[in-house]
């Protein structure tokens, strides 16, 4: 039975592809990818000759029902984001969802996604955390913040290099300035960097510098009344 691939990709080091992602983008019959000029370039380095198609945020909800109809017909189709697991803050969900609803089977390939080595290396807990992605760049930015600022989990967000500066700031407004955090950019790459802290100092270090690549921040939960009763019985 034919079916669609979900396969992650390198977030940065191409050579965190995996053996078994590069055989099935060889031997599918079709590739979608969020930018063909992007994965083009992956499946050059890994000399991959295979058709590809554009499916990303702006035309998914128009191509689904094509595709699951070719899957239906017996051709195997792969899908890509331009970096880490499609699905996860990209272009992945109407399709999967389309596909589980026509009984077409999903296989989703275990890969690079960004967020879980920076949550790792974050020092804060991951028995038990929430993904947000990114958040809403409008309207209910504010009010989400709010919410988030009352989670006792720890959280995980994404953002641009130009808004993480802003983003940090209205975290400290509504956390506190004191709320630890952990924020990563250019994971797996030449010039990856983790700084830990409060957001006052994680704040101060950003804005001192020229920014780029994408950044996952992580962000401590708020203390729960027992922790905070044990935190005061120890001072």
Known sequence: MAKLY??????????DMTFRAIRILKE???I??????????LLKHFDIQNNMQSHHKFNEHKTV???????????????VSDAGTPGISDPGFMLVRE???QGVKVECLPGATAFVPALVVSGLPTDKFCFEGFLPQKKGRQSRIKELATEERTMILHESP?????????????CGHDR?????????????ETVR???????????????KGEFVIILAGMKSGRENKETEKLN
Request: net charge negative; aromatic share 6%.
């Open 6 to 15: 979900i396969i992650p990709t390198p977030v940065g080091n191409l050579e």
């Open 197 to 211: 802290g409060s957001l006052e100092e994680v704040i101060t270090h950003f804005s001192a510098r020229e920014l």
């Open 65 to 79: 029902e094509q595709i699951t109809t070719r899957i239906q017909s017996g051709e195997n189709v792969a899908l």
């Open 180 to 192: 630890q955090v952990s924020v990563s950019r250019e994971i797996s790459k030449f010039y990856e």
């Open 162 to 174: 130009y808004r993480v500066v802003k983003t940090l700031t209205q975290l400290a407004e509504y």
């Open 32 to 41: 979608l990818a969020e930018d063909t000029r992007t994965t083009g370039l």
């Open 99 to 101: 596909c589980v609803r």
């Open 28 to 30: 599918v019959d079709l």
